[in-house]
């Protein structure tokens, strides 16, 4: 038999070993051998003897976990199959980075001489069809299966947490997780950063998807664009440090390849201290409001055209995506308008409720097959029953998104008054008000039958930088973490202690590194 010394170049070594080749480290840590058996020998099972099994804290947490109390010492090549799965997938791609970096362990091809890690597509029995997926980690093999490719990028990162929390070196927990959503629709409300003069970091909003949402298993962003966007059809509307389409057209593709719905959010008739007052102050309905006027000539045409430059930023939904096939909603605002003058006997609900439908005619022209709004107006404008005799009016399937960040026991007022009207409810909640807020909202909401949870997070106002943006950007972590397991059946009361990390500190933590505002 051939020996080779080599000095750590764990690609050659694990290309030897392919080839029936015995290694040894010339620093004499640790022997790999070629044999099927002997590698298999190496993945013992056995309680590592130094130091104690991690603790380990799973975002989000999972359903079934069942652990054996032993570990297993990987060897430094384990081989790859992938059964339904890409081998350039995401979460392949982020778990053959995670054994490297934690572990010095590398991906190799399938080979009968190595202990396997299997990535396969597989409807599970008993467990949804979609994002479902089981996680062991044996003697034999480390092996995810997914109900669907969504199931399986998100048992990846799980494993990757698994691998990330393990110090001993090429030591890993033997296991088993079962695990699957509670809500379809689990998302993320974001506001691109609106201060002049400050370009938004590209690589942060990269970090956002790749790094937060992935920790989170979310899978849908809805991205508050409005002057953030530099459009070139209406160059008045974007401010000069906003994105360009086709870098908020990669951020699109980027969220899709790991299976997250990029939904637009332009914010329509109200808060329109910066599109409309910043390139149009005019058709406000005074210079303090903020507020347009709807019926304004000129200001129709502007939004379709906004509307068709988001059309096409934002592309198609992922395949298999909860939220739809094609292309994605958009979401409208209207929201908290203010005083609407009235003209020729209409109301202020009229005038709202023509403007919706309007709006909403031009965005199903362009390719948007549905609007979503903000709908405490309708309550507003109908307090008698809570806006249900407006609900009729409203354009075919809109989505509607009640929000409440309030720390509450009962959001029967919020969601009640839309239940069974024939309308998507994605209820909405924040992190950065109230920290219990998702967490009851969740499981009020999942009682209720609603198919989505929302994480709100407001982070346009204060500083830029990682450490005041946490707390807003914490919901990211706890609209996944509550929209993924709403644990319905519980009291309402804080929800959040029986987390077992800090969500800001976790934010903190995920985005080390980067910053906010492109300091070019």
Same mark, same amino acid.
């Given at each position: 038999?051939?020996?080779?010394?080599?000095? $750590?170049?764990?690609?050659?070594?694990?290309?030897?070993?392919?080839? $029936?080749?015995?290694?040894?480290? &010339?620093?004499?840590?640790?022997?790999?051998?070629?044999?099927? @058996?002997?590698?298999?020998?190496?993945?013992?099972?056995?309680?590592?003897?130094?130091?104690?099994?991690?603790?380990?804290?799973?975002?989000?947490?999972?359903?079934?976990?069942?652990?054996?109390?032993? *570990?297993?010492?990987?060897?430094?090549?384990?081989?790859?199959?992938?059964?339904?799965?890409?081998?350039?997938?995401?979460?392949?791609?982020?778990? &053959?980075?995670?054994?490297?970096?934690?572990?010095?362990?590398?991906? !190799?091809?399938?080979?009968?001489?190595?202990?396997?890690?299997?990535?396969?597509?597989?409807? !599970?029995?008993?467990?949804?069809?979609?994002?479902?997926?089981?996680?062991?980690?044996?003697?034999?093999?480390?092996?995810?299966?997914?109900?669907?490719? *969504?199931?399986?990028?998100?048992? +990846?990162?799980?494993?990757?947490?698994?691998?990330?929390?393990?110090?001993?070196?090429?030591?890993?927990?033997?296991?088993?997780?079962?695990?699957?959503?509670?809500?379809?629709?689990?998302?993320?409300?974001?506001?691109?950063?609106?201060?002049?003069?400050?370009?938004?970091?590209?690589?942060?909003?990269?970090?956002? #998807?790749?790094?937060?949402?992935?920790?989170?298993?979310?899978?849908?962003? #809805?991205?508050?664009?409005?002057?953030?966007?530099?459009?070139?059809?209406?160059?008045?509307?974007?401010?000069?440090?906003?994105?360009?389409?086709?870098?908020?057209?990669?951020?699109?593709?980027?969220?899709? &390849?790991?299976?997250? @719905?990029?939904?637009?959010?332009?914010?329509?008739?109200?808060?329109?201290?910066?599109?409309?007052?910043?390139?149009?102050?005019?058709? !406000?309905?005074?210079?303090?409001?903020?507020?347009?006027?709807?019926?304004?000539? $000129?200001?129709?045409?502007?939004?379709?055209?906004?509307?068709?430059?988001?059309?096409?930023?934002?592309?198609?939904?992922?395949?298999?995506?909860?939220?739809?096939?094609?292309?994605?909603? #958009?979401? !409208?605002?209207?929201?908290?308008?203010?005083?609407?003058?009235?003209?020729?006997?209409?109301?202020?609900?009229?005038?709202?409720?023509?403007?919706?439908?309007?709006?909403?005619?031009?965005?199903?022209?362009?390719?948007?097959?549905?609007?979503?709004?903000?709908?405490?107006?309708?309550?507003?404008?109908?307090?008698?029953?809570?806006?249900?005799?407006?609900?009729?009016?409203?354009?075919?399937?809109?989505?509607?998104?009640?929000?409440?960040?309030?720390?509450?026991?009962?959001?029967?007022?919020?969601?009640?008054?839309?239940?069974?009207?024939?309308?998507?409810?994605?209820?909405?909640?924040?992190?950065?008000?109230?920290?219990?807020?998702?967490?009851?909202?969740?499981?009020?909401?999942?009682?209720? $039958?609603?198919?989505?949870?929302?994480?709100?997070?407001?982070?346009?106002?204060?500083?830029?930088?990682?450490?005041?943006?946490?707390?807003?950007?914490?919901?990211?972590?706890?609209?996944?973490?509550?929209?993924?397991?709403?644990? @319905?059946?519980?009291?309402?009361? @804080?929800?959040?202690?029986?987390?077992?990390?800090?969500?800001? +500190?976790?934010?903190?933590?995920?985005?080390?590194?980067? &910053?906010? #505002?492109?300091?070019?």
């Amino acid at each position: 038999p051939l020996s080779i010394i080599h000095n $750590g170049c764990l690609p050659l070594l694990g290309l030897l070993q392919g080839h $029936g080749l015995y290694c040894r480290c &010339s620093t004499g840590v640790h022997e790999e051998t070629s044999s099927r @058996a002997e590698n298999l020998k190496s993945m013992t099972g056995q309680s590592p003897s130094s130091g104690e099994l991690p603790s380990l804290v799973l975002t989000p947490n999972p359903k079934q976990f069942k652990a054996s109390g032993k *570990a297993l010492r990987l060897p430094i090549t384990l081989a790859l199959t992938c059964r339904g799965v890409a081998p350039d997938s995401p979460g392949l791609r982020d778990l &053959s980075a995670a054994l490297r970096s934690s572990h010095g362990v590398v991906l !190799l091809p399938a080979s009968p001489a190595l202990p396997t890690v299997i990535l396969e597509v597989k409807q !599970l029995s008993g467990l949804p069809k979609r994002e479902a997926y089981r996680l062991s980690i044996t003697p034999q093999e480390l092996r995810i299966t997914g109900s669907d490719a *969504a199931g399986v990028y998100f048992g +990846a990162q799980t494993l990757c947490q698994i691998l990330r929390q393990c110090p001993a070196p090429r030591q890993v927990p033997t296991l088993e997780i079962t695990d699957w959503p509670d809500f379809p629709i689990r998302a993320a409300h974001l506001t691109l950063f609106r201060y002049e003069n400050q370009r938004p970091s590209l690589p942060f909003w990269e970090g956002l #998807i790749e790094r937060v949402a992935a920790a989170g298993k979310l899978n849908t962003l #809805i991205i508050q664009v409005d002057w953030m966007m530099a459009y070139r059809s209406r160059p008045e509307l974007g401010q000069t440090t906003a994105f360009l389409p086709e870098e908020l057209a990669w951020l699109c593709a980027l969220g899709k &390849s790991r299976h997250i @719905a990029m939904v637009p959010h332009l914010q329509c008739l109200s808060h329109q201290y910066f599109l409309v007052r910043k390139g149009h102050p005019d058709w !406000l309905v005074h210079p303090e409001s903020e507020t347009y006027r709807p019926e304004t000539p $000129g200001l129709r045409a502007t939004l379709r055209d906004a509307m068709a430059e988001l059309y096409t930023v934002f592309g198609r939904l992922p395949e298999g995506s909860p939220v739809g096939t094609g292309s994605p909603p #958009i979401h !409208l605002g209207f929201d908290e308008v203010g005083s609407l003058p009235t003209r020729a006997g209409l109301s202020e609900s009229e005038i709202y409720l023509r403007h919706l439908q309007e709006l909403a005619s031009d965005a199903r022209k362009i390719g948007f097959p549905q609007v979503g709004i903000w709908p405490d107006m309708l309550a507003r404008y109908e307090p008698a029953t809570q806006g249900r005799k407006l609900l009729g009016r409203l354009p075919k399937g809109t989505l509607l998104f009640p929000w409440d960040y309030k720390d509450r026991n009962d959001f029967s007022t919020l969601l009640q008054p839309l239940v069974g009207q024939g309308f998507p409810i994605w209820p909405t909640g924040s992190a950065k008000y109230q920290r219990d807020n998702l967490g009851k909202l969740a499981r009020h909401a999942r009682r209720l $039958g609603a198919d989505a949870l929302v994480g709100s997070c407001w982070n346009s106002w204060a500083p830029m930088l990682v450490d005041t943006v946490a707390r807003p950007l914490s919901g990211l972590l706890l609209a996944g973490e509550f929209g993924w397991s709403a644990d @319905a059946d519980k009291p309402l009361s @804080a929800p959040l202690r029986s987390l077992a990390y800090d969500p800001m +500190a976790r934010v903190r933590e995920l985005l080390t590194g980067l &910053s906010p #505002i492109d300091p070019g």
